[in-house]
Structures are given as structure tokens and as C-alpha cells.
């Protein structure tokens, strides 16, 4: 008898071998879902992402399994289409994304940290939020043991932070290894109306951005966020 999980992909049901590579990529969503659930037929796990997208992630990684393995030049030949394919679908770089599986092949940035909650990864931001979700997601991930960043907030409009379009950001203080420490504001309470941040100019955040560049301390990490920011346009630039 063959074993088997099953995954809820927005209402189709998946059955897929223990032995595929899904299930045993280190710190995934899907590993980690494993230690609290059955993953059985009866309660199958729910994902929110669509079947074909779902379907073209389990072929990539059988295929990326199969010409890792050195056995079968084809599947390495096949893995660069998929590859391909993938670099151009935003849709399934946001899918991979979500379950925490993009590798070191697509170079690709993994847009995820504690402001998920803040903002829409799927939308158009505005460029003090995306520079805050950006500047956090860098701290949290790629230099975790480098720079730690501490948020302030003000006050935001309730609609727009339930509607996750704003972050309520008045100052990010960033931290390196070395305790040498840089403090940006980014806006400020209005004295007239106490639910609206006023924030900084485009030009005065880009201003700032370049002249961290220059500081030797702190270049790398604003190195990579001038280069993320244009991010802010919508996903398929985070993911393009």
C-alpha cells in the first residue's frame, strides 16, 4: 500500500507520495505544518494557492530531486525549461514563496517577515511602507546576524491597517553587530487630524537611502534596499 498525504489546494484534493521532496524541505511551510497535522484523507491540509500553480511546484521539485541526483541528463535539461517558466510566472514565485521553498536557483528574494500581517503582499505600496516592510524582511532574513531594526508607530487610519495598505511607521532604528546605530524618521503624527501620519517626501527617503550606501557600517544592507524597493510597484516586480 502506498503512502500518501493529502493537500487541500483551494478545493481540489492532492494525494502526493511521503517520498516527494515537498515534504522534506528544511523549515517549509509544509514541513513545519507536518508536526501538528495529519495531512490525511479524511483532513486533508488546506493551502491557499491554486491546483495548477500547486501541480507545476511538485513537477519542478521532482525534476529539480531527479537531475540533482546525476542520473538523468534530461531532467537536467527539463529543470532549466521549468525553471524558465517559473522566473516568468509571478503567480508561482509568490506561491513558492508563501511555502517558504525558493532556493538558491532562482535567486530570489523571500518577501515574508513579522509585518505580513501589515501589508497586502499581492498590492501596490506606498514607498515609506514598502521601505519599512523592506527594510524589516532584510534584518529578519539575510542579515539576521548582522542588523536588527526597532519600529516606531504612530496612530493610522483604521480602515487603511485592516485593509493591510499602510503601515503607521513614524521612525525605524537600525542596529548593527557593533552597536554602531542609525535612526530614520519617516513621518509624523498630525496635530489636526490624529488618525493621519504625515510621511517623508519620495525624494527625502531616496536621499537617505543613498547616502547609507556610502557609510560603510550599514552599505550592504542599503545597497539591497535600493534595490528591492521597486518592489513597491506591485508583486510581479518582487518576484521579476
Same mark, same amino acid.
Given at each position: 500500500?502506498?503512502? @500518501?498525504?493529502?493537500?487541500?489546494?483551494? #478545493? /481540489?484534493?492532492?494525494?502526493?507520495?511521503?517520498?516527494?521532496?515537498?515534504?522534506?524541505?528544511?523549515?517549509?511551510?509544509?514541513?513545519?505544518?507536518?508536526?501538528?497535522?495529519?495531512?490525511?484523507?479524511?483532513?486533508?491540509?488546506?493551502?491557499?494557492?491554486?491546483? @495548477?500553480?500547486?501541480?507545476?511546484?511538485?513537477?519542478?521539485?521532482?525534476?529539480?530531486?531527479?537531475?540533482?541526483? #546525476?542520473?538523468?541528463?534530461?531532467?537536467?535539461?527539463?529543470?532549466?525549461?521549468?525553471? =524558465?517558466?517559473?522566473?516568468?510566472?509571478?503567480? &508561482?514565485?509568490?506561491?513558492?514563496? %508563501?511555502?517558504?521553498?525558493?532556493?538558491?536557483?532562482?535567486?530570489? /528574494?523571500?518577501?515574508?517577515?513579522?509585518?505580513?500581517?501589515?501589508?497586502?503582499?499581492?498590492?501596490?505600496?506606498?514607498?515609506?511602507?514598502?521601505?519599512?516592510?523592506? @527594510?524589516?524582511?532584510?534584518?529578519?532574513? =539575510?542579515?539576521?546576524?548582522?542588523?536588527?531594526? &526597532?519600529?516606531?508607530?504612530?496612530? #493610522?487610519?483604521?480602515?487603511?491597517?485592516?485593509? =493591510?495598505?499602510?503601515?503607521?511607521?513614524?521612525?525605524?532604528?537600525?542596529?548593527?553587530?557593533?552597536?554602531?546605530?542609525?535612526?530614520?524618521?519617516?513621518?509624523?503624527?498630525?496635530?489636526?487630524?490624529?488618525?493621519?501620519?504625515? %510621511?517623508?517626501?519620495?525624494?527625502?527617503?531616496?536621499?537617505? &537611502? %543613498?547616502?547609507?550606501?556610502?557609510?560603510?557600517?550599514?552599505?550592504?544592507?542599503? %545597497?539591497?534596499?535600493?534595490?528591492?524597493?521597486?518592489?513597491? =510597484?506591485?508583486?510581479?516586480?518582487?518576484?521579476?
Amino acid at each position: 500500500m502506498r503512502e @500518501v498525504y493529502f493537500i487541500n489546494a483551494r #478545493g /481540489t484534493i492532492i494525494e502526493i507520495l511521503k517520498m516527494h521532496p515537498i515534504f522534506h524541505i528544511e523549515n517549509s511551510f509544509i514541513q513545519r505544518a507536518l508536526q501538528c497535522d495529519s495531512f490525511s484523507e479524511n483532513d486533508p491540509f488546506y493551502i491557499d494557492i491554486d491546483s @495548477v500553480s500547486f501541480h507545476t511546484i511538485l513537477t519542478y521539485l521532482n525534476c529539480h530531486q531527479e537531475a540533482n541526483s #546525476g542520473e538523468d541528463y534530461n531532467a537536467e535539461k527539463y529543470l532549466k525549461l521549468l525553471e =524558465k517558466k517559473i522566473e516568468e510566472n509571478p503567480t &508561482i514565485l509568490y506561491a513558492m514563496n %508563501k511555502l517558504s521553498i525558493l532556493d538558491d536557483l532562482t535567486n530570489k /528574494t523571500k518577501w515574508s517577515c513579522s509585518l505580513d500581517n501589515c501589508l497586502d503582499i499581492t498590492k501596490i505600496w506606498d514607498e515609506i511602507s514598502g521601505f519599512t516592510y523592506i @527594510v524589516n524582511m532584510l534584518c529578519e532574513n =539575510k542579515y539576521k546576524k548582522i542588523y536588527f531594526c &526597532i519600529n516606531k508607530y504612530g496612530k #493610522g487610519d483604521t480602515n487603511n491597517i485592516l485593509l =493591510k495598505n499602510n503601515i503607521p511607521i513614524l521612525d525605524i532604528k537600525i542596529h548593527d553587530k557593533n552597536n554602531n546605530t542609525i535612526n530614520l524618521n519617516l513621518g509624523y503624527q498630525n496635530l489636526t487630524d490624529p488618525l493621519e501620519i504625515k %510621511k517623508i517626501s519620495l525624494i527625502e527617503l531616496n536621499n537617505n &537611502i %543613498k547616502k547609507f550606501e556610502n557609510i560603510s557600517n550599514f552599505s550592504d544592507l542599503f %545597497k539591497d534596499i535600493n534595490r528591492l524597493m521597486i518592489g513597491c =510597484k506591485g508583486i510581479y516586480h518582487r518576484y521579476s
